[in-house]
């Protein structure tokens, strides 16, 4: 579904964002991207949304050659993703319905097809009783769920999270996480960026780590191969006995 070969990403000022990086990520996997701040998660994610070029290499989505995109097929490659923000990025004169509704009046759907598809994705969420709200009268996590809700409601192939837990709370990020699990059990991809290696060893999903722009870990999913104090040494910490040191 998504690959990676020999990519290098390098801007005008000089900054070397991502070299000789290949990887693939199958149709149905759920994968954490973790890497300290500036190590190339983003231009990662760019990259996968061409939103970014690469300098050179290859970058496969669905089978699609994005050198070989057309500026105009973009819009068609982003219908297949859903984004969701760890700034939430709704529109607060528009209510929770309006917000998520939104996503698919941009690509045309049929006035019939928002109304009964939006309250579905809503109580999907568990947020069917604040469909009238507004973002503002939300909490964080209520927040979080709307742009998730978004995200899901022209139900994409690919689901990229970038940091959806930074402005939540611990237990609401745990369900967050767990939600888009489920999402995933129903055969979606779904990436997570983020920098807490408390989810990370919860969920015990396949771990991609970027450091300075190459790929320096790649962890299977199952608890048999997933050492917990490989990725947390990189990053300062130890685990013994299920205690942080």
Do not use: W
């Not at 290098?8 to 990086?21: E, F, I, Q, R």
């Not at 973009?74 to 219908?79: A, D, F, G, T, V």
């Not at 779904?190 to 790929?215: A, C, M, N, Q, S």
């Amino acid at each position: 579904m998504i690959e990676f070969v020999n990519v290098c990403k390098d801007y005008p000022t000089g900054t070397h964002a991502l070299s000789n990086v290949t990887l693939s990520i199958d149709k149905g996997e759920f994968v954490f991207i973790v890497g300290a701040s500036g190590a190339g998660k983003s231009t990662f994610l760019k990259l996968i949304m061409h939103e970014e070029s690469a300098t050179s290499g290859e970058i496969v989505i669905n089978g699609k050659k994005l050198s070989n995109m057309k500026r105009r097929q973009i819009p068609y490659l982003r219908r297949h993703m859903g984004i969701v923000f760890q700034d939430f990025r709704l529109i607060d004169k528009m209510t929770v319905f309006d917000n998520v509704a939104f996503a698919m009046r941009a690509i045309g759907a049929k006035p019939a097809t928002v109304k009964k598809r939006v309250p579905y994705i809503l109580e999907l969420v568990g947020l069917s009783k604040k469909a009238k709200s507004r973002p503002s009268e939300l909490s964080g996590g209520e927040q979080q769920r709307v742009s998730l809700a978004r995200a899901l409601v022209n139900n994409p192939e690919i689901i990229i999270a970038d940091e959806p837990t930074g402005n939540i709370d611990p237990e609401m990020s745990y369900e967050i996480i767990e939600l888009l699990s489920e999402i995933n059990r129903q055969g979606t991809t779904i990436l997570v960026v983020t920098h807490e290696h408390d989810l990370v060893r919860h969920f015990h999903k396949r771990v991609i780590e970027i450091d300075k722009g190459r790929i320096v870990g790649d962890t299977a999913k199952s608890d048999e191969d997933f050492d917990e104090n490989q990725l947390l040494l990189k990053h300062g910490d130890l685990l013994i006995d299920n205690t942080m040191i």
